[in-house]
């Protein structure tokens, strides 16, 4: 079970958190058990773009990452005109409440553990 310890300004995850453009008061609100998919409502695209930021600006390895174990893809449904629907059909919070348990938690302390070891491995 992750620890729902705060995330204090000398955390790895804390730089992280800002440079995906958290604020100091968005952070203080997070723990280590924060969700990035769960709590957080990352998917899709905005998922792989801040996960990439962990390769890009702090150097880790992200190989052994199965994504999809993770976060939902940005299109739902056989084409994006089925998934275009369905999204006008369902409201987002509503679409990741019900798809939630299809899905690993990842958390802030697993990505902190990433970037201390600047590698991901299945926690």
Do not use: C
């Not at 995330?7 to 203080?28: F, K």
């Not at 792989?48 to 174990?69: A, I, T, W, Y």
């Not at 893809?73 to 998934?83: H, I, L, T, Y």
């Amino acid at each position: 079970m992750e620890s729902s310890s705060e995330i204090r300004p000398d955390d790895e995850v804390y730089g992280y958190l800002s440079e995906l453009g958290y604020s100091a008061q968005q952070i203080a609100g997070m723990t280590m058990s924060t969700r990035m998919f769960h709590d957080l409502g990352s998917y899709g695209d905005t998922a792989v773009d801040e996960m990439s930021v962990l390769q890009r600006k702090f150097g880790v390895d992200l190989s052994e990452l199965d994504f999809k174990k993770y976060f939902p893809p940005e299109f739902e449904g056989k084409s994006k005109f089925d998934a275009f629907i369905r999204n006008m059909a369902v409201s987002r919070e509503t679409r990741l409440v019900t798809n939630a348990d299809r899905y690993e938690p990842l958390t802030l302390g697993m990505i902190n553990r990433a970037m201390l070891a600047k590698r991901w491995r299945r926690f």
